[in-house]
């Protein structure tokens, strides 16, 4: 199992996919990082030589803000928007969808399950 930034990728997966495994990187980077260094993207990630994978360790650190400093990065922004005050800023703080999403109905991921009381039964009267 090739150990890449912090992160196991899965043995029988081909590099292309496995490459997808670390936070920060999808397909079309993954494509790009294996026409660098000449690798075959049909390769198993666990017929990978060690000079193959330190390439692509090489090329992760040089090039590519991914896993730990990317989620920093983005926090840092959320935070900054939170500071001043901005608009987006304000819905984070909020918990509410940040990118013009209707509130009125949906958005249930952002604003938490439904809690209803309608049909809540009242004590009777004596």
Do not use: F, W
Request: glycine share 8%; charged share 30%; hydrophobic share 35%.
């Amino acid at each position: 199992m090739a150990r890449i930034a912090g992160v196991d990728l899965p043995k029988n997966k081909r590099i292309e996919v496995g490459l997808t495994y670390i936070y920060g990187i999808g397909i079309s980077r993954s494509k790009q990082i294996l026409e660098q260094i000449a690798l075959n993207p049909d390769i198993l990630i666990k017929n990978l030589n060690d000079e193959q994978v330190i390439a692509i360790r090489n090329i992760l650190s040089n090039q590519y803000e991914i896993e730990g400093d990317l989620k920093r990065l983005q926090s840092l922004n959320i935070k900054r928007l939170m500071d001043i005050g901005a608009y987006k800023g304000r819905r984070h703080r909020l918990g509410l969808p940040v990118r013009g999403q209707r509130t009125r109905t949906n958005a249930r991921t952002r604003r938490g399950s439904k809690k209803t009381i309608a049909g809540k039964k009242k004590a009777p009267r004596k």
